[in-house]
């Protein structure tokens, strides 16, 4: 059966693949790195930005370039394979970015986020080491966020690159906890230094129990085994102040800032 939607959509992403292509081959033209800073949640301090990516797709008629949400290209780069080449490219960028920051915060940090096709289909680790070292920061200046999901996580490939990460002394993060399938044991087994908790438990919090239990929780557990949290999604001045009770060490959210283009983060921040 025809349906004019799916026609579209699928045209849609056609649209979007080829200029995905275009840009990596023009030497990543339309791509750009944007920065979230995270904050102490004691201090207020800054300690650190997630590294964001984004895509201006060039208009064919000549117009402004179009902002497509990394939601819609980041599983098309991953279908596609582009992931690698992208993933490994905002590795450098990042940790060009960040041997610049750490000239005025030493313990400066940027969280990178890792997809789990270039976990599974290239060396990362040698493109993460490779990014620290010819930039002359050190492990801890870099954190790697990997998404949980259950059954990847017990991947030989998965479990080599975390423990071979925390070995090397970078920082490894376990992105969106809560939305996947891993059992809470799991995070005492995991080499971890940080746990993220997903923002769709932050949104509610102060609304409803079990958002509120869930969050508590888990970071009592994480505290008991050295691990810090980290909440995303953080936008209220009450929803800050429950976080604030908790024990949580680090927060991210529209509450400080959106993810924002160098020039403003270095105008703002550094
Ligand atoms: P993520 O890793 O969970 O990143 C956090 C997302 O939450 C970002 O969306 C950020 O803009 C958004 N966010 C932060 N604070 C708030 C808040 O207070 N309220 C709300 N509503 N949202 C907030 P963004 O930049 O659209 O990225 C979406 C996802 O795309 C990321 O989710 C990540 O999974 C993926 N992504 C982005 N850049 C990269 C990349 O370089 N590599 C890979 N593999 N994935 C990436
Ligand atoms: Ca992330
Ligand atoms: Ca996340």
Known sequence: IYRNEDFEHYNRRMVINTALHNAVDDDFAGFEVYYQPIVDTKTYRLIGAEALMRFFMPDPDGGSPQFISPVEFIPLLEESGLIIPVGKWI?????????????????????????????????????IMAAINDNGIKPYNI????????????????????????????VVVL?????????????????????????????????DDFSDAFVKMVTELANTIGVHVCVEGVETDRQYAIIKKMGIYYIQGYFFDKPMCIESFEEKYI
């Open 91 to 127: 590795l450098e960028q990042s940790a060009r970015q960040c041997a610049i920051w750490t000239k005025q915060i030493e313990s400066f940090r940027i969280n990178v986020n890792v997809s789990y096709i270039q976990v599974i289909k290239s060396d990362v680790l040698t493109d």
């Open 143 to 170: 954190g790697i966020e990997l998404t949980e999901s259950g059954y990847l996580d017990s991947n030989p490939h998965f479990n080599e690159l975390w423990s071979k990460l925390k070995d090397n002394g970078v």
């Open 175 to 207: 992105d969106d906890f809560g939305t996947g399938y891993s059992s809470l044991n799991h995070i005492r087994e995991m080499p971890l230094d940080i746990i993220k908790i997903d923002k769709c438990f932050i949104e509610h919090l102060g609304e």
